[in-house]
């Protein structure tokens, strides 16, 4: 919680014209942030501008990880490979200043030899979902009585998952609304509750759902609450809550796509079909750049397969995958076909699919169950590849107590975990899934750091320094 209202407090702005020498770069202590502003004149770098960042000398054990975001205009901007400068395209169109921000974080020098493969954390299952209102439970009650024992559970809003539970994992459906408003009236609010139905529902964003576009709900008409109505929504969130902890160990985002509700009636299937992945990747670019993400063009490198990458040389290092995100498909049959078709072999793909191993496509598994798949999930880890299993289904583990799974799931060695208990709830049960020791949000993976079960991956290793870097383009590059 320290750190947390630590983090929470308005940043002092200085606003001074620095010299660039490391002495005048301060090493600030553990927790303390400071945003400073260096001023400078971009250099011609072949076919880059180039900026040097200039960070003071650390210890043996310790680096610098810089994140860049471009502040004004939005364009292009990254660190180079060594981490000392800052590199623009010159085939971007520039004003005469640009502004960038760069956090920099003191991290561990094993971070250069830690993979996303090593590190295990936790994560929710159908992360928007809000229990039905009394009133349309006792609807669903009425007739599917099953049902309705396994959908009685609400999450906490996304950021509050990020921020107070340390969820690192989230799961989201999403149908695809291609005139707007098909979900705008639930079918069972109305039921239950008549005209005044939004009374019960004051979380129903009315207006983002008359709108086209990528909706985030459970099933229409009855289990339709969420606590982010549509996927913009969701990913804004994620995404302001990452770049202002781009220290992150990477969240996945595991999508399931649901159906499609089509403007014209031209494609007989409601299930994504090309088309639908391509808007669905739109609509994620529109949020994020490429550059947080962690896609298989990135993992794959110069191997000729992505299944040939993961197995023979393993994950992105933690140093390079912190801050940023992953996305998995949770499709497994005709939608896997179709995104297949659209990114063959997952060539210039946003997502990664759920493949059987040994496919050239093959680099993350979902594998629900870790009882039965124990052995296997074991041994698809250690051959290198990414596994989302489950600690818990439908409230039954809750229920009763039960933290088997849970414990199979964490020894398996698989590295994101889902569960519907990020915390116990009142009045349903004390059951809750944490690592061991309460480790917040990831540790080392015990298949291969048996002895380091307890080590936190985050909690700042040391400070965060935050520069606004105001930078003059070279006459020669200015655009009149």
């Known amino acids: 919680m320290i750190q947390l209202r630590c983090s929470l407090i308005i940043l002092l702005l200085l606003s001074c014209s620095l010299n660039l020498s490391a002495g005048q770069i301060p090493k600030l202590k553990d927790k303390d942030q400071k945003e400073e502003i260096v001023r400078g004149y971009l250099r011609q770098s072949g076919a880059q501008l180039s900026f040097d960042i200039i960070s003071s000398q650390l210890p043996v054990n310790e680096l610098w990880m810089h994140r ?127 005209s005044n139905w939004k009374t019960k529902h004051p979380e129903f964003d009315e207006e983002a759902m008359s709108k086209p576009g990528m909706k985030i709900i459970h099933f229409p008409n009855f289990d339709f609450r ?33 159906k499609v509700n089509r403007s014209v009636n031209i494609e007989p299937k409601n299930t994504f079909q090309v088309p639908d992945f391509l808007a669905l990747e739109k609509e994620i670019l529109s949020i994020l750049d490429i550059s947080q993400i962690i896609t298989p063009d ?58 059987p191993p040994g496919n050239p496509e093959s680099a993350f598994l979902k594998i629900n169950d870790p009882v039965a798949n124990y052995s296997a999930i074991k041994n698809r880890v250690k051959e290198g590849y990414l596994v989302r299993t489950r600690a818990d289904s439908d409230l039954a583990e809750a229920r009763n107590n039960d933290y088997s799974k849970m414990e199979k799931a964490f020894s398996s060695g698989a590295q994101y975990i889902s569960t519907d208990f990020p915390e116990s709830v009142e009045g349903v049960s004390s059951y809750r899934v944490s690592l061991p020791g309460d480790v917040r949000p990831g540790r080392l993976n015990p298949l291969f750091y048996p002895a380091e079960e307890a080590n936190a991956l985050e909690g700042m290793s040391g400070a965060v320094l935050i520069r606004n870097f105001l930078l003059n383009i070279p006459k020669t590059e200015s655009k009149e």
């Open 226 to 258: 969420s606590n982010t109505p549509t996927l913009k929504a969701a990913l804004e969130r994620i995404n302001r809550w990452s770049r202002r902890n781009s220290y992150h160990i990477p969240i996945m985002i595991l999508i399931e796509t649901k």
């Open 68 to 194: 860049v975001e471009s502040i004004s205009p939005k364009i292009s901007v990254r660190i180079s490979d060594n981490g000392k400068q800052l590199l623009l395209n010159t085939k971007s169109k520039l004003p005469t200043v640009v502004k960038v921000k760069v956090r920099s974080y003191v991290v561990r020098k094993r971070d250069l030899k830690l993979t996303l493969s090593q590190i295990q954390t936790i994560g929710t299952h159908n992360s928007y979902h809000i229990a039905p209102h009394s009133s349309v439970m006792k609807l669903i009650r009425s007739v599917m009585p099953s049902q309705a024992d396994g959908i009685s559970y609400t999450h906490r809003p996304l950021s509050e998952q990020l921020n107070l539970l340390g969820m690192r994992k989230f799961e989201l459906d999403l149908f695809h609304d291609t005139k707007g408003g098909t979900y705008s009236s639930p079918a069972g609010a109305v039921m239950a509750n008549g």
């Open 298 to 355: 990135n993992v794959k490198g110069r191997f000729n397969s992505l299944n040939k990458a993961v197995t023979m040389k393993g994950w992105p290092s933690l140093y390079q995958a912190r801050g940023r995100l992953i996305f998995a498909l949770d499709n497994q049959g005709e939608e896997r076909i179709n995104y297949l078709t659209l990114h063959p072999e997952l060539k210039g793909a946003l997502m990664f699919v759920s493949s």
